[in-house]
């Protein structure tokens, strides 16, 4: 295995194969690899044959509720840039959520996405982090399961939409995805480039 892909702490030591089926997520590439390997393997067979969207979809499903809302607002930073004032609310208040993952600011997380505009792409993080805890918002709503893999999807999501925002280097882009996924599985913050907001929480 390249070195790429080692010490991805963070990721579950479950088989790539059961994240994806319990994120109800499929890949569009047939993969070789046993159904029990492991996600690093599987990322090294899709980078091998130059799969980035399936790259991206098995981090998604990859990556702990936190880290995976932290992944998808450094995608959404790339599109709406780094100004606080200016910054879309859904967006603000995923990210504080990351920072302090509360029931308070999951129910700022609900309220973002209800007043937010039909055209906000940064509601995909919004949805990500509302559905992280595996239920359907604070309160009353934390009584009733989210669908399987929303959060996933919804990370997913982004990452997606600000890959075809740089279509001019989609290659380059798509790779930088990939590596802060990576970073942050290693425990880092996934600020590779230098744009990426501070504060992302160690555990």
Request: proline fraction near 7%; charge should be negative.
């Amino acid at each position: 295995m390249s070195d790429r892909f080692k010490d991805l702490k963070k990721f579950p030591q479950e088989p790539a194969a059961r994240l994806l089926a319990n994120a109800n997520a499929k890949l569009g590439t047939q993969v070789k690899a046993p159904v029990t390997a492991p996600v690093s393997v599987v990322l090294e067979e899709l980078d091998e044959v130059g799969a980035p969207i399936d790259l991206l979809r098995l981090l998604s499903v990859a990556l702990p509720a936190r880290e995976r809302v932290w992944w998808a607002c450094l995608a959404a930073r790339d599109l709406v840039g780094q100004d606080a004032q200016t910054a879309p609310r859904p967006l603000v208040a995923a990210e504080e959520w990351v920072y302090r993952p509360s029931d308070e600011n999951r129910e700022q997380v609900r309220v973002a996405l209800e007043q937010a505009d039909d055209e906000d792409d940064t509601t995909h993080c919004a949805r990500s982090a509302l559905l992280a805890n595996g239920t359907m918002g604070p309160g009353e709503m934390d009584e009733h399961p989210a669908p399987p893999g929303g959060s996933e999807s919804s990370a997913f999501a982004m990452s997606v939409i600000a890959l075809g925002a740089h279509s001019e280097t989609f290659a380059e882009y798509a790779n930088l995805l990939v590596e802060r996924a990576l970073d942050i599985a290693r425990g880092g913050n996934g600020r590779l480039d230098g744009k990426a907001p501070t504060g992302v929480p160690a555990e």
